[in-house]
């Protein structure tokens, strides 16, 4: 008989939480929860501003659902969930916040609005770009970073750091070639890739 590896050897079992989500509920994607915030675990948001919130809790839990209100015309690119609020990146390169850590609970929505000029410089869009995926930090250590994947360069992930009323590039990171279903998420400092095939960049 073969030998048993050492306990060690395993990585541990990630733990998986039993999780209710609303019917016909399509969500592209899916911001965790800063330490500081109380109000749940994950929110998760279709392109076009539904959302479920994950609550603290054990297995069984049941996701609330809530509609982001103050969104334009234009579809999510990426969200993040930092210990100011949502931050939100539309596909025309809007940045918009969404204060809070929780929907309203009486009226199952969270208010959005454009993140103000003093606060934010414009997002580096050409005329006419969209954006297919994108991802904003906002760590005290490294100031706001964001990372952009424009549709017409889909293989490339593009890099910026705030700095003196501009957005500066710093990096960027390539895309396996004909990859679908990109992703960008930071974790702390660190940037995760992540594709519809199951690839996982880091950087």
Same mark, same amino acid.
């Not at 592209?28 to 994950?42: D, E, K, T």
């Not at 500066?168 to 960027?172: A, D, K, L, N, T």
């Given at each position: 008989a073969a030998a048993e590896a050492p306990?060690?050897?395993m990585a541990p079992a990630q733990k998986v939480q039993d999780v209710t989500w609303p019917s016909l509920f399509e969500p592209? &994607? #899916?911001?965790? /929860? =800063?330490? !500081?915030?109380?109000? @749940? &675990?994950?929110v998760a948001l279709t392109r076009r501003g539904f959302g479920a919130l994950v609550p603290n809790g054990g297995d069984g839990v049941r996701a609330l659902p809530f509609a982001l209100e103050g969104l334009g015309a234009a579809p999510i690119a990426g969200a993040s969930w930092t210990p100011r609020g949502l931050l939100l990146i539309t596909e025309d390169g809007e940045l #918009?916040?969404?204060a809070g850590h /929780? =929907? *309203?609970?009486?009226?199952s929505t969270w208010r959005c609005a454009a993140a103000a000029e003093e606060e934010f410089a414009k997002l580096p869009m050409h005329e006419g770009a969209e954006l297919l995926a994108a991802a904003v930090s906002e760590e005290a250590e490294q100031g706001t970073v964001i990372a952009l994947v424009y549709k017409h360069m889909p293989e490339v992930v593009g890099i910026f750091r705030a700095a003196d009323a501009a957005w &500066? =590039?710093? @990096?960027?990171v390539h895309v396996p070639r004909g990859a679908s279903g990109v992703h960008l998420a930071f !974790?702390?400092?660190?940037?995760?890739? !992540?594709? @519809?095939?199951? *690839?996982?960049l880091r950087r």
């Open positions: 306990a060690s050897f592209r &994607h #899916l911001a965790c /929860a =800063p330490n !500081s915030a109380a109000g @749940g &675990h994950a #918009l916040r969404c /929780a =929907p *309203d609970a009486e009226t &500066h =590039p710093v @990096g960027e !974790s702390g400092e660190e940037l995760l890739v !992540s594709t @519809g095939a199951g *690839d996982v």
